[in-house]
């Protein structure tokens, strides 16, 4: 006898009826009868498959692609589609220009057609990305275009089982509240998939990465230099336009992954492609050893994420983010035109390190904290971003253009290193040299992250709410504070002496609980190594304590 809910049954058996993609239909059918046989693992997958439609999270919509309403799949992106044109038409913005563009994973080139076809029968002047591109490109040409929104199907560097849908509002930014539970509303009215109509008169924007190039060249302020690179794409979209963007900005001694440097949706050869993850750049620190290169650079698949790789005390290891960003914010600010900018501004968020802020000090620049995730870095300050020149967060995310990409762009952030390594080079210093003067005259910012991956996301909500019952005292050793970031947001901070700081907070696009650490340590008489050993130490038992924390 099925254990199936009557009330699951009939949602799953609505959504067959009202599927545009046959093989979903079938999917569907498959599970239905499964759990009338008797399966209680069939009856619980259905049940979670039709448990309600993604929401909008730090980075839009993601999930697994299969059949169901609680999955990426076409129907769910027809629905979601039919709700974002519905949004933009009560706005006043029936018959704009729309851009959707796509990465290389499993479902993106249908989802892109589906998409594409909602909105230009619903009006809209559609241009579609030519091919599957970086999803910098696709930010950069919502702005270029002054489109009322941009959409890029991809799941950035979660699993190969995963697919995603990303929102961009016009200016090329992210949504925010409350337009996210406003589209989500939209998308709840809408009728089923196959009652939505379709159609195939859009355009191809085919001059997009063109464009892109070309600005991006931009970045780099020397003619051609001597600098050896090893790069790669995890499998990814990124490797012909990192190669083309480096080549334009006069670095062309590029040498990429081969078995990483084409796309492929099921990433082969890493366990998960996340450059963060241990692992995955493995090929890459070993390619850079053989060719005895100057800089390591890694993309994730769609291209928006950069991690950088450098030579110190003769082996290879890659940047945490934080180390990247405050390099880059010191190269940045130390070149800046001030008749330009006048008034600059740069920002991370409360999960980075603090360092940006006594960069951004030394050079007389207005710094800013946001909350995690691009859309409120590009957002901060006057919550416009105005005179925003960097900003980065420390899940390797970096802001380097923001008057032509309002995100994070893995590309542009490449071409802006190899423009440091190379200045670096050229004064006979190293970028583990320049590390080491940021940390004489700041301070010693270690920094790490625990990370607790679960399968049930109850898990995540109980861990919060008893840490919120019961709040530390201390953590190794130290007395803290914590401050509760709600209802702003799911967050705890804690603080103690020292540059101790820890936030907690549920992943936005992956099933973690997050725990983000740094202590600080100054350095005193020139004595940097004696710092970085007590930094190490210091934060070797803060990890302890705060893993111990989390899972008692």
Not at 104 to 109: K, L, V, W
Not at 269 to 297: H, M, R
Request: include cysteine; charged fraction near 25%.
């Amino acid at each position: 006898m099925s254990g199936l809910d009557p009330q699951v049954r009939e949602a799953a058996e609505r959504w067959v009826a009202g599927d545009v993609d046959a093989r979903a239909r079938d999917e569907l059918l498959e599970l239905l009868g499964a759990a009338d046989a008797g399966s209680a693992d069939a009856a619980t997958e259905l049940a979670d498959r039709m448990s309600g439609m993604p929401t909008f999270g730090t980075a839009g919509l993601r999930g697994p692609v299969r059949a169901g309403a609680n999955g990426m799949n076409r129907a769910v992106v027809v629905r979601t589609t039919a709700g974002v044109a519905e949004w933009l038409r009560e706005r006043g913005h029936g018959g704009g220009i729309v851009v959707v563009g796509r990465d290389a994973r499993h479902g993106s080139e249908d989802f892109a057609a589906d998409a594409a076809g909602v909105l230009a029968a619903a009006g809209f002047d559609v241009r579609v990305l030519p091919a599957p591109l970086p999803t910098p490109v696709l930010a950069f040409a919502t702005r270029a275009l002054d489109a009322v929104a941009g959409i890029q199907i991809t799941a950035s560097h979660n699993p190969p089982q995963d697919n995603g849908y990303k929102l961009y509002l016009r200016g090329g930014v992210h949504l925010v509240g409350p337009a996210d539970t406003e589209i989500e509303e939209a998308i709840a009215r809408t009728p089923d998939a196959a009652s939505v109509p379709r159609s195939q008169d859009y355009s191809v924007h085919h001059s997009a990465l063109e464009d892109y190039l070309a600005r991006v060249a931009e970045l780099s302020k020397g003619s051609p230099r001597p600098l050896r690179v090893a790069a790669t794409a995890l499998h990814g979209v990124g490797a012909r336009p990192l190669r083309e963007a480096l080549h334009r900005a006069g670095f062309d001694d590029v040498h990429l992954v081969a078995s990483q440097s084409e796309p492929d949706p099921d990433f082969p050869t890493v366990g998960f492609p996340n450059p963060e993850e241990p692992g995955a750049t493995d090929a890459l620190l070993a390619l850079a050893a053989e060719i005895e290169a100057d800089l390591a650079i890694a993309l994730d698949p769609d291209a928006d994420r950069c991690a950088l790789g450098i030579r110190e005390d003769g082996r290879w290891r890659m940047l945490r983010g934080d180390e990247t960003g405050v390099l880059l914010a010191q190269h940045i600010l130390s070149a800046l035109d001030r008749q330009a900018h006048p008034d600059p501004l740069v920002a991370t968020t409360i999960v980075s390190s603090t360092m940006l802020r006594s960069i951004a000090q030394e050079f007389r620049a207005r710094y800013d904290e946001t909350l995690t995730g691009f859309k409120w870095l590009v957002r901060a300050g006057d919550g416009a971003g105005t005179g925003l020149v960097y900003a980065y967060e420390e899940a390797l995310g970096h802001c380097v253009d923001p008057e032509w990409v309002r995100d994070k762009d893995g590309i542009s952030t490449a071409v802006l290193a190899c423009d440091l390594a190379a200045h670096v080079a050229a004064d006979g210093r190293s970028i583990a040299g320049l590390l080491d003067a940021l940390a004489i005259s700041h301070g010693v910012h270690q920094t790490g992250q625990v990370s607790v991956r679960v399968t049930d996301l109850g898990v995540i909500a109980e861990t919060m709410r008893r840490l919120r019952r019961q709040p530390p005292a201390e953590l190794a050793g130290s007395p803290v504070e914590v401050q509760d970031l709600l209802p702003e947001t799911d967050a705890l901070v804690v603080t103690g002496a020292g540059g101790l700081r820890v936030v907690i907070r549920p992943s936005g696009t992956e099933p973690k609980l997050k725990c983000y650490l740094q202590v600080v340590e100054q350095v005193t008489c020139g004595t940097i190594g004696t710092a970085k050993r007590e930094a190490a130490r210091r934060l070797s038992e803060l990890s302890t304590a705060v893993t111990e924390l989390v899972a008692s």
